[in-house]
């Protein structure tokens, strides 16, 4: 079992950066790929970035590329997207989640989630 409790969501000026964080609970964390996806009001939950176990491969939705980085930290237990150049369609609530099989790039493919923490980018 594992509990993800995202923070770091807030309100933001289109240009501007944020940091999620996601803490996660038990004694594995380094076996879990880890994912970041986001939901907009009346879209449906969509992939953003990526990050496998051990952190040695990363992976990113085309629209986010250049703009977002993924990182962890096993030893704390931590997951980090790092968000600059914010647009305001980045709008939406943000969740990190874990996967015990490995790196996916579908919502499906992930076992835990957290609770989301809401970016919001102003024009």
């Known amino acids: 079992q594992v509990q993800l409790v995202e923070s770091g969501g807030g309100l933001v000026q289109a240009g501007g950066s944020l940091r999620l964080s996601c803490a996660a609970s038990?004694?594995?964390?380094?076996?879990?790929?880890m994912g970041w996806f986001r939901q907009a009001p009346g879209k449906e939950r969509e992939f953003v970035a990526a990050?496998?176990?051990?952190?040695?491969?990363?992976y990113y939705a085309d629209f986010v590329k250049g703009r977002f980085t993924v990182s962890r930290d096993n030893a704390g237990n931590m997951v980090y997207l790092q968000m600059n150049s914010l647009k305001p369609e980045d709008t939406a609530v943000y969740y990190c989640?874990?996967?015990?099989?490995?790196?996916?790039?579908?919502?499906?493919?992930?076992?835990?989630w957290g609770q989301g923490t809401q970016v919001t980018v102003s024009s």
């Open positions: 038990g004694r594995t964390f380094s076996n879990y790929a």
């Open positions: 990050i496998r176990g051990r952190g040695f491969s990363t």
């Open positions: 989640a874990a996967s015990q099989n490995g790196y996916s790039g579908a919502a499906v493919g992930y076992d835990y």
